[in-house]
C-alpha cells in the first residue's frame, strides 16, 4: 500500500480503511494483521536508549533524518501483537514525512475510528507514549534544523 501525499490524506484513507469492518472485533483483527506486516527492526536497535517510556509492551523506536529531502525515517517494533499493529498505522501516518508536517497533523484518526474507547487503559497510553516520542524527534529534529540554519 501506498503512502498518501499529506498526513490528513493518509487519515482519511486509515478511516476509510476502518469503515469496511462491521464491529470492532474486525478492527482488531485488521490491526493485529497490519502488525504482523510490519518491517523488521535492525536487532541493534533493541536497545534501552530506544525504548519508548510509558508504554505496558517493550516498544523500541528510532528516527532518521533524511537530509535529501528533509523527512524522518521512523522505525519501531514491540514484543505484542496489538501494539505492532498501533504502531504501523502510526508509521503510515509519520514514516517519511518532514517534521513539520508531523507536527502540524496529530493522529485524530485513531479517535474517529474508536480506537481510544477500545483500547485497554494501558494499551492507550502506550499509544500516546509513541505518539509523545514521534512528536519529541519531530520537534528536536525541527530545532536541530533551525539552529544549524542559524549558524
Not at 33 to 61: I, T, Y
Not at 85 to 114: H, K, S, T, W
Amino acid at each position: 500500500m501506498s503512502q498518501a501525499v499529506t498526513i490528513a490524506e493518509e487519515q482519511a484513507a486509515i478511516a476509510d480503511d476502518f469503515e469496511l469492518f462491521d464491529d470492532w472485533r474486525e478492527k482488531i483483527e485488521y490491526v493485529l494483521d497490519l502488525g504482523k506486516k510490519l518491517q523488521p527492526f535492525p536487532e541493534e536497535h533493541r536497545v534501552d536508549a530506544n525504548k519508548v517510556k510509558g508504554c505496558q509492551s517493550q516498544v523500541w523506536m528510532v528516527a532518521t533524518p533524511d537530509t535529501e529531502n528533509g523527512t524522518l525515517h521512523i522505525q519501531a517494533d514491540s514484543d505484542a501483537f496489538i501494539v505492532k499493529g498501533l504502531i504501523a498505522l502510526l508509521l503510515r501516518l509519520y514514516d517519511r514525512r518532514p517534521p513539520a508536517e508531523i507536527l502540524a497533523n496529530p493522529p485524530e484518526v485513531f479517535d474517529q475510528i474508536g480506537l481510544g474507547k477500545h483500547l485497554s487503559p494501558t494499551r492507550a497510553n502506550g499509544l500516546h507514549a509513541m505518539i509523545n516520542r514521534i512528536r519529541q524527534i519531530a520537534t528536536a529534529t525541527v530545532h536541530g534544523a533551525e539552529a544549524a540554519s542559524a549558524r
